[in-house]
């Protein structure tokens, strides 16, 4: 396929897409969902292989790394036969974020298929606290699905932790320690305005990247990583561990000038940043008729034209973005 190089008006070059596979999910964490979700009905949601031609297109557009998210990835009736195909592509790195509760019998297959890396979130070390944020998780299931996924022999693993004040950000050490022992990265992510939330007031339940930081130091150093992850998260390393330690800042740091990414929600809805609205349809060009690659890559090559400069999350608590992140594709 040839490759041709997708750049914006900013001059960033866009080489990685993030593809959501599902909106629906077996949790319901409090920060990304209502407890009662309408998810939407199957003649909206783009087939496995109208998902598999996105991504084709994509990388005949310069795509160098793809992730798959949702709602819950692993929940996707069929999803291996998605990896499988997209495995095949030869990509730079293909990744999943999972919440891990299907890991146990998926996470060798999901190997076997091609993928490269795997993020889990994980948000407490406490049964009771995980399925209070998560509504229907169970931690044991989570903490088998993370053993298999190291099992596995995936590239890397990465822990994806949401904190929240008065909820867990009490557990940072121990999150840590559980890192390191297990030895796998973990991000910490300061919680993004995404659909409105009834169970906490966002504005006093940020804990900042900063704040978490300083807690983490009052027990390891933190070195700052020299290689650049190219993307929204900060890295640092911990003396005499192999675990890094991430800190994904929305509101704290405008990552915007060096963003290189876009996102396709399961509807096939480009967004060009997940913190504006800016959108195009591309399932209205996948069934078309005629459908053809040409026009495909046509209409993600215009798109990039609407990719806005940056984003503005402010903290007062306030919606800024009415869709959920398991719309998004987190
Ligand atoms: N279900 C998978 C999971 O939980 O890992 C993948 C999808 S989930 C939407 C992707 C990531 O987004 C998770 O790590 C989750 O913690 C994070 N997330 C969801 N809602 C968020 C919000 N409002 N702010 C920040 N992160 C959020
Ligand atoms: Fe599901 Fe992931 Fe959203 Fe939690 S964060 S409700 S696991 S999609």
Redesign the pocket.
């Given at each position: 396929m040839p490759h041709a190089k997708l750049t914006d008006r900013f001059g960033r070059t866009v080489n990685y897409v993030r593809l959501s596979v599902t909106d629906r999910?077996d949790f319901r964490?409090v920060?990304?969902m209502a407890e009662d979700m309408t998810f939407l009905p199957r003649q909206q949601v783009l087939t496995l292989e109208e998902i598999a031609r996105v991504a084709r297109n994509f990388v005949a557009l310069g795509t160098e790394k793809i992730r798959l998210?949702?709602?819950?990835?692993l929940v996707r009736k069929d999803i291996l036969e998605l990896v499988k195909e997209i495995g095949s592509y030869g990509l730079r790195d293909f990744a999943m974020?999972?919440?891990g509760s299907q890991l146990t019998t998926m996470a060798e297959p999901l190997r076997k298929a091609g993928m490269h890396r795997l993020?889990i979130?994980l948000d407490s070390l406490d049964a009771e606290k995980f399925h209070n944020i998560t509504r229907t998780g169970r931690l044991s299931q989570v903490l088998d699905g993370i053993d298999a996924a190291r099992e596995a022999g995936f590239r890397g693993i990465k822990l994806?932790t949401?904190v929240m004040k008065g909820r867990n950000d009490e557990e940072i050490p121990e999150l840590i320690e559980f890192a390191r022992k297990k030895q796998v990265d973990i991000s910490f992510?300061e919680?993004?305005p995404?659909g409105e939330i009834s169970e906490h007031d966002r504005g006093l339940a940020l804990c900042t990247s900063e704040e978490v930081r300083d807690i983490i130091r009052q027990h390891h150093e933190l070195v700052p990583a020299t290689e650049d992850s190219g993307g929204p998260a900060r890295y640092y390393r911990m003396p005499g561990s192999r675990t890094r330690v991430g800190f994904i800042s929305p509101h704290s740091h405008n990552f915007c000038s060096t963003c290189n990414r876009v996102r396709v929600t399961v509807e096939g809805r480009l967004l060009l940043c997940l913190g504006n609205e800016h959108s195009v349809d591309l399932r209205r060009v996948l069934r078309g008729n005629p459908v053809t690659d040409d026009k495909l890559r046509e209409t993600i090559i215009n798109a990039m034209d609407l990719k806005p400069e940056k984003h503005h999350f402010s903290t007062n608590g306030d919606v800024q973005i009415l869709r959920f992140?398991?719309m998004t594709g987190?």
């Open positions: 999910c964490c920060y990304c998210t949702g709602g819950e990835p974020t999972t919440n993020n979130s994806n949401v992510i919680e993004m995404l992140m398991n987190g």
